[in-house]
Nanobody, 115 residues
Framework: QVQLVESGGGLVQPGGSLRLSCAAS????????MGWYRQGPGKERELVAT???????NYADSVKGRFTISRDNAQNTVYLQMNSLKPEDTAIYYC?????????WGQGTQVTVSS
């Protein structure tokens, strides 16, 4: 059973930074694309960023220039560095992995941006 465990969420003031981590287990991590999604209050879940096995990245327009996705294959971990945070970034952030036709999600980590 694939496991994805997110961490690093919390409460931060506008303009602040957070670094989210997603640790994967029971998969050959380096072979697969990974992604971060988020779901804000009363909103649908949306893509934030993705990273391929070859480390090519893609970002939602709303986070370009502020967020950076990266991966450490030795640690089986994908990261999301979030800078210049805004109140509208408040959401539960989820990690996702694509394994062929199957996808797996983590349990999510709450990020709240508020003064």
């Amino acid at each position: 059973q694939v496991q994805l465990v997110e961490s690093g969420g919390g409460l931060v003031q506008p303009g602040g930074s957070l670094r989210l981590s997603c640790a994967a287990s029971r998969i050959s991590f380096s072979f697969y694309a990974m992604g971060w999604y988020r779901q804000g209050p009363g909103k649908e879940r949306e893509l934030v960023a993705t990273i391929t096995s070859g480390a090519s990245t893609n970002y939602a327009d709303s986070v370009k220039g502020r967020f950076t996705i990266s991966r450490d294959n030795a640690q089986n971990t994908v990261y999301l560095q979030m800078n210049s945070l805004k109140p509208e970034d408040t959401a539960i952030y989820y990690c996702k992995v694509w394994l062929g036709p199957n996808v797996y999600w983590g349990q999510g980590t709450q990020v709240t941006v508020s003064s």
